[in-house]
């Protein structure tokens, strides 16, 4: 457990979860799904027993320093990573591996998002000993790949060697295919949802950086006299600055010839939309998803989240969403979800403040 860290990426402001989620308040500091523990603190205590809590690290944005502090005590600073900018996974993931290298360079390193639920707490341990288990001294990357229960086209879908091995050969990753095409890979059997958690050790993924994102690995490199001391953070500032905006998966798991991939079945949303928490909240007897102090009329199939010191009163829906939070109320076809991003740039037009 000593050589096993984690890394929590907890800096994205979450779009399609509005009015939720606000960029001075993004979802993963919510308690979503009214367990009293937020999505952050969720993860965190979900890898329990996988490694000691100081082995845990937390990349996030600047603004978002004092909500992990309040959500997550036990941290030292040197564990909360700041990034001046959003620059997408690559960075953030490399920021994290370069610092726990200078560190551990014997580290074997978990990566999850900090906004995703699992419902089987322990099969999902289980699952991640068995890649911490392969990574360990191999020159491998893994990833988790979740069995599909739908024609999804908001997901990633790997497909891998169907063999016996429990980590098996991944041959191609497809980013959110469209309707036709999902179909296809789910008549296949051979295609399974990307996670984005991965799994492997510190050297192979330099050497996978190296590989395929030269610019973004020197960067990093060279903060390896910086971590851990007062310079880390003016070094940071200096780094992002030239690095360039890219994916994990784009940047080196759809490259690389040493991918590999162990499926899973634990319960897994990446809870992107109001849609996907719906799939996963219990539902009342009319298939209703509802937080607030609500009265029902003739309403099915909808999600409703509204705040507790007001009343309110739904007749006549089916398949909607109604979200309120902080001054701005969502009403929107579960369907036509995907217009929210939409709806966010027309609110941004109006005033910074409604996102």
Same mark, same amino acid.
């Not at 911490?132 to 999804?152: H, K, M």
């Given at each position: 457990?000593?050589?096993?860290?984690?890394?929590?990426?907890?800096?994205?402001? !979450? =779009?399609?979860?509005?009015?939720? *989620?606000? =960029?001075?308040?993004? &979802?993963?500091?919510?308690?979503?799904?009214?367990?009293?523990?937020?999505?952050?603190?969720?993860?965190?205590?979900?890898?329990?027993?996988?490694?000691?809590?100081?082995?845990?690290?937390?990349?996030?944005?600047?603004?978002?320093?004092?909500?992990?502090?309040?959500?997550?005590?036990?941290?030292?600073?040197?564990?909360?990573?700041?990034? $001046?900018?959003?620059?997408?996974?690559?960075?953030?993931? @490399?920021?994290?591996?370069?610092?726990?290298?200078?560190?551990? $360079?014997?580290?074997?390193?978990?990566?999850?998002?900090?906004?995703?639920?699992?419902?089987?707490?322990?099969?999902?341990?289980?699952?991640?000993?068995?890649?911490? !288990?392969?990574?360990?001294?191999?020159?491998?990357?893994?990833?988790?790949?979740?069995?599909?229960?739908?024609?999804?086209?908001?997901?990633?879908?790997?497909?891998?060697?169907?063999?016996?091995?429990?980590?098996?050969?991944? #041959?191609?990753?497809?980013? #959110?295919?469209?309707?036709?095409?999902?179909?296809?890979?789910?008549?296949?059997?051979?295609?399974?949802?990307? @996670?984005?958690?991965?799994?492997?050790?510190?050297?192979?993924?330099? #050497?996978?950086? =190296?590989?395929?994102?030269?610019?973004?690995? %020197?960067?990093?490199?060279?903060?390896? +006299?910086?971590?851990?001391?007062?310079?880390?953070?003016?070094?940071?500032?200096?780094?992002?600055?030239?690095?360039?905006?890219? *994916?994990?998966?784009?940047?080196?798991? %759809?490259?690389?010839?040493?991918?590999?991939?162990?499926?899973?079945?634990?319960?897994? *949303?990446?809870?992107?939309?109001?849609?996907?928490?719906?799939?996963?909240? +219990?539902?009342?007897?009319?298939?209703?998803?509802?937080? !607030?102090?609500?009265?029902?009329?003739?309403?099915?199939? *909808?999600?409703?989240?509204? $705040? &507790?010191?007001?009343?309110?009163?739904?007749?006549?829906?089916?398949?909607?969403?109604?979200?309120?939070?902080?001054?701005?109320?969502?009403?929107?076809?579960?369907?036509?979800?995907?217009?929210? #991003?939409?709806?966010?740039?027309?609110?941004?037009?109006?005033?910074? &403040?409604?996102?």
């Amino acid at each position: 457990m000593q050589d096993t860290y984690v890394i929590i990426m907890a800096g994205g402001v !979450g =779009t399609r979860f509005w009015p939720f *989620s606000r =960029t001075d308040f993004p &979802k993963q500091f919510h308690d979503v799904l009214g367990t009293g523990r937020t999505l952050l603190q969720q993860t965190v205590d979900r890898f329990d027993g996988v490694c000691p809590i100081e082995n845990i690290y937390i990349v996030t944005s600047q603004e978002y320093k004092g909500l992990i502090k309040q959500q997550i005590p036990e941290l030292t600073d040197d564990q909360i990573l700041l990034e $001046p900018h959003r620059r997408n996974t690559a960075p953030c993931i @490399a920021y994290a591996c370069y610092k726990i290298a200078a560190r551990n $360079p014997n580290a074997n390193v978990v990566v999850a998002p900090a906004d995703h639920i699992i419902l089987k707490e322990e099969v999902f341990k289980d699952t991640i000993k068995v890649a911490l !288990g392969a990574t360990r001294n191999e020159d491998i990357l893994v990833t988790l790949g979740i069995q599909p229960t739908r024609p999804d086209t908001g997901y990633g879908y790997i497909q891998y060697i169907p063999d016996k091995l429990t980590v098996k050969k991944v #041959k191609s990753f497809t980013e #959110k295919p469209h309707l036709e095409l999902a179909l296809q890979f789910l008549d296949s059997g051979d295609f399974v949802w990307n @996670a984005g958690i991965f799994v492997w050790n510190v050297n192979a993924f330099k #050497k996978a950086l =190296t590989r395929f994102q030269p610019d973004i690995a %020197e960067i990093f490199q060279g903060g390896v +006299e910086h971590y851990y001391l007062d310079s880390e953070d003016s070094f940071i500032q200096r780094a992002y600055q030239h690095c360039g905006s890219i *994916s994990i998966d784009n940047g080196i798991m %759809e490259k690389a010839a040493n991918v590999h991939v162990v499926l899973a079945s634990f319960g897994w *949303s990446d809870l992107g939309t109001w849609k996907s928490m719906y799939e996963v909240s +219990e539902k009342d007897e009319n298939l209703n998803v509802t937080d !607030g102090n609500l009265i029902l009329h003739n309403t099915t199939n *909808s999600i409703i989240k509204t $705040p &507790k010191d007001k009343l309110v009163v739904v007749n006549g829906l089916d398949g909607f969403i109604v979200a309120e939070f902080d001054g701005v109320l969502l009403i929107c076809k579960k369907d036509d979800e995907q217009k929210v #991003k939409e709806f966010v740039a027309q609110a941004k037009e109006l005033d910074p &403040k409604y996102v």
